[in-house]
């Protein structure tokens, strides 16, 4: 067996657990950190599946396209703007909201760790030398990048021909970086909020509860102006804001680089939540073998 072979090899290994919910490879050859390693098995996978990519990118064009039609029809419905926005703040408001969302698959990383859980698989996991959430974030991270950069073009190309120059530059060259926030807030918070399948199994009403709070909380069907101003208020002090609406907020013009440290305090808050969640369910998972 060639070198080549033998780092194919590692790499389909790495990804194909980190696709399925399965258990993660075991550790790659030696000089690469084990989850580097799955993170870059994982980004390499997601380049390879080129079809469903595709599929990908332009469904994230069709919903961008749709909700913004619906917003920039009640701007001009309401005389040009809408709770303080344009029609062309808001075409696009929403083309980077369905950027970050439609890169991170919460469902996936919800559904997949209950389903390791229940078949058994994570008690695999606490035997290799790195840490379950360790790998799982590389996995997670890997396989979003490829995502979000051909969903970022999508959305950048389309507001550019549909709403014409940003409305603010300035603001725009802060919502880059706020984007690649969002996308790791987004992970974080998934894994975090997955961690409940540890102790409660059924992991569908999990994602939908937590896939509703990111519509509703996060700002994604529709700015947190047009909520009740009590409402509002608490969405704004939420993570789900943290992984919308702040990169919108930015990107349809307004100037506020505030939104940025709050995006990184929720970034280190939700890991460290993290943390503490999968080690206390990896307790839990010893003492009762998977009960």
Same mark, same amino acid.
């Given at each position: ?18 696709? *399925?919910? +399965? ?6 050859? %030696? $000089?690469?950190? &084990?989850?580097? !390693?799955?993170?870059?098995? #994982? =980004?390499?996978e997601a380049l390879a599946a ?102 970022? *073009?999508? +959305? ?6 549909? %709403? $014409?120059?940003? &409305?603010?530059? !300035?603001?725009?060259?802060? #919502? =880059? ?94 890991g460290w939540l993290a943390h ?16």
């Amino acid at each position: 067996m060639t070198r080549a072979d033998t780092t194919r090899n590692t790499r389909n290994a790495a990804v194909a657990g980190a696709r *399925t919910g +399965g258990a993660p490879a075991p550790p790659p050859p %030696a $000089g690469i950190g &084990p989850a580097v !390693a799955v993170g870059r098995a #994982a =980004a390499a996978e997601a380049l390879a599946a080129r079809r469903a990519l595709a599929v990908n990118g332009l469904f994230h064009l069709v919903v961008t396209v749709a909700l913004a039609s619906l917003w920039v029809g009640a701007a001009q419905a309401r005389g040009g703007s809408v709770v303080g926005y344009r029609g062309a703040d808001l075409i696009w408001y929403i083309a980077t909201t369905e950027t970050v969302i439609m890169s991170v698959s919460t469902q996936q990383l919800i559904e997949g760790l209950g389903l390791d859980i229940t078949s058994g698989r994570m008690e695999a996991e606490l035997l290799r030398p790195v840490r379950p959430l360790t790998v799982r974030l590389a996995a997670a991270l890997g396989s979003v990048a490829p995502r979000a950069v051909l969903c970022g *073009t999508l +959305g950048l190309g389309l507001a550019l021909l549909w %709403a $014409g120059p940003p &409305p603010r530059p !300035a603001a725009l060259a802060l #919502a =880059a970086p706020s984007v690649v926030l969002a996308v790791g807030v987004s992970v974080m918070g998934a894994h975090a909020f997955a961690a409940a399948c540890f102790w409660l199994r059924e992991t569908r009403s999990a994602w939908f509860l937590y896939q509703k709070l990111v519509f509703l909380l996060g700002g994604l069907l529709l700015p947190l102006e047009a909520l009740p101003t009590g409402l509002a208020r608490v969405a704004r002090f939420s993570p789900f804001a943290a992984q919308a609406y702040a990169p919108a907020r930015l990107a349809s013009g307004h100037l506020e680089p505030g939104w940025l440290a709050v995006q990184a305090a929720w970034l280190v808050t939700l890991g460290w939540l993290a943390h503490r969640l999968f080690r206390a369910g990896e307790a839990r998972l010893v003492r009762t073998g998977g009960g």
